[in-house]
């Protein structure tokens, strides 16, 4: 990645992100807890979701993370808020396809073309995916079949 | 130096502060790759032909000159991927088939997963006990914790010669003697030292020495498993193929002996012959005056980082290995931002999980030095470690 837009993509709209991330929050009680993990890096995080009517609502995440996985952390969210398991299966799988094959992947959203934008970034992409692998993994094996 | 390692010509405004996980290549190791690959390729101890003969000798010639770059003969000297299955080969061919469960393995908090994941996992299969000798990072591994946890039941000690996370250098002399005067085995992972260490294992006495070639300046996916002449015959082979069979029939096979017993399949032949370049190359330098100059720079780095807020070395570092944390950033944030300034370090945990957990650390930023660097290397690094910090707060 060229230094302007490193500045441009990384330091200018990730790290401000990164640094102050949505819901970051521990959350006294949630109808899923998910743990995202990976222990080569350190990084810790605890995802906590809220279910109602189907729609996902007041989710948060807590825990240890470089400002990249926090801000795409934080990104995963706020675009699963207020909707269904299957619509937040799909929105994962999408996502991590499109980290795995860029030039196959829809552009539609700004955010989360952005997270697809730092594949270039050094050493990262594990950054990036670290919670949207887990809450795809979590999804799969646990309440969608 | 700089100018005897030609990555630093393509990439002249490169400060390489990652050398414990890999050291830059010199033109002499490149050449010998070079000139195998285009002029010398063919499969060792197989052809009856002139190529296949030359392949043959310079492998041979290679493990000679690592028997003699560590005081030993080349019967004792296997060549492996690395230090990892090196470590593996004893831990599966040699402990494993004698481990009893009320037996036990001795080892460190402070090991690389290397040399701790196959010592737990062969424990864990027999049911014996893997006892960890602990340490708070602040001083080297205290010996004598090390021997007055040996009893009648220990089996095996694996101890590393440098830590790859703190850089402190381990008294393994002394755990070494102890080990022989109890008749217990011991295998010195020398991953961190090969390079600029006089490892003379006669005078050592240890029972195993390993480490990779590309730590040593040599080729990536060569390792060496030295192995002393009382235990190397006990090492059964764990993986099997062409090489290292006597005799093959649809009832049985019989196997050679070591270290041939181990060349199980096609060996990294290039990255073998290239290795011979690089102990050329390591026996050229004046290795005291070498690590003194290192020394220097840790000192230095050390005294230098002690000014900046928030920026704790973890340990006491020695041998040119320094992790430190800075309060509230993460380690990978720090080695983003000095990447863009050309300045590779290393983030994480450095493959020492255990270690990390014991000192409550979800990992650190790593800087390791070696020949080439200088202190112009660590004022960059200074520069740009400060600006990070600014921008990351």
Known sequence: MNKNKFTELYHNRIVPIGKNPVNFMKAESAGHNISAINPLCGDKFQLALNFQNNKALDCSFYGFGCILSKASTSILLKEIEGKSVDQIHSLCKNFLDGLKNPTKHEQSNSDIDLLLSLIPLDGRIDCIKLSWENLYEYLSTTIVH | ?393
């Open chain 2, 1 to 393: 130096m700089q100018n005897r390692f030609p990555i630093f010509k393509k990439h002249p405004a490169l400060v390489y502060l990652d050398n414990a996980a890999t050291t830059q290549r010199p033109d002499l190791v490149i050449e010998s790759l070079d000139n195998f690959n285009r002029s010398e390729n063919a499969n060792s101890h197989r052809g009856i032909y002139s190529l296949s003969n030359k392949a043959t000798q310079q492998f041979e010639n290679s493990r000679t000159s690592t028997a003699k770059f560590l005081n030993t003969d080349k019967e004792n000297i296997a060549f492996t991927t690395g230090t990892t299955e090196s470590i593996n080969f004893v831990a599966n061919g040699f402990l494993k088939s004698r481990l009893k469960d009320d037996e036990n393995v001795v080892s460190t908090i402070l090991e690389h997963h290397s040399n701790f994941v196959p010592w737990q996992m062969c424990c864990q299969q027999v049911g014996a006990e893997f006892r960890l000798i602990d340490s708070d990072a602040q001083q080297p591994l205290n010996a004598s914790l090390v021997i007055n946890s040996l009893d009648s039941k220990t089996r095996m000690i694996a101890i590393q010669h440098i830590s790859n996370t703190l850089g402190t250098v381990n008294e393994i002399s002394e755990i070494i003697e102890a080990a022989r005067s109890r008749n217990i085995p011991i295998l010195i992972d020398a991953a961190q030292s090969a390079a600029l260490y006089q490892l003379d294992v006669n005078e050592l006495d240890c029972d195993f020495l390993v480490f990779s070639a590309h730590k040593a300046f040599g080729p990536f996916g060569v390792g060496i498993l030295y192995a002393h002449d009382r235990v190397k015959d006990d090492i059964q082979p764990t993986n099997y193929g062409g090489g290292m069979v006597k005799e093959v029939s649809t009832k049985e096979t019989s196997f050679k002996s070591f270290p041939y017993s181990l060349d199980a399949g096609t060996s990294n032949v290039a990255g073998i012959i290239g290795w011979s370049s690089a102990i050329k190359f390591l026996n050229a330098l004046d290795k005291d005056s070498e690590r003194k100059k290192i020394k220097t720079l840790t000192d230095y780095t050390i005294t230098e980082f002690s000014k900046i807020n928030d920026l704790e070395v973890i340990g006491n570092p020695q041998a040119g290995i320094i992790s430190f944390t800075v309060k509230d950033i993460h380690p990978h944030d720090i080695a983003t931002e000095l990447n863009e300034d050309n300045i590779a370090v290393r983030a994480g945990m450095h493959c020492t999980q255990p270690l990390m957990d014991r000192l409550k650390l979800n990992g650190t930023t790593r800087v390791s030095f070696s020949i080439y660097n200088t202190k112009e290397d660590v004022d960059k690094l200074l520069g740009s470690l400060q600006t990070a910090i600014k921008f990351l707060r």
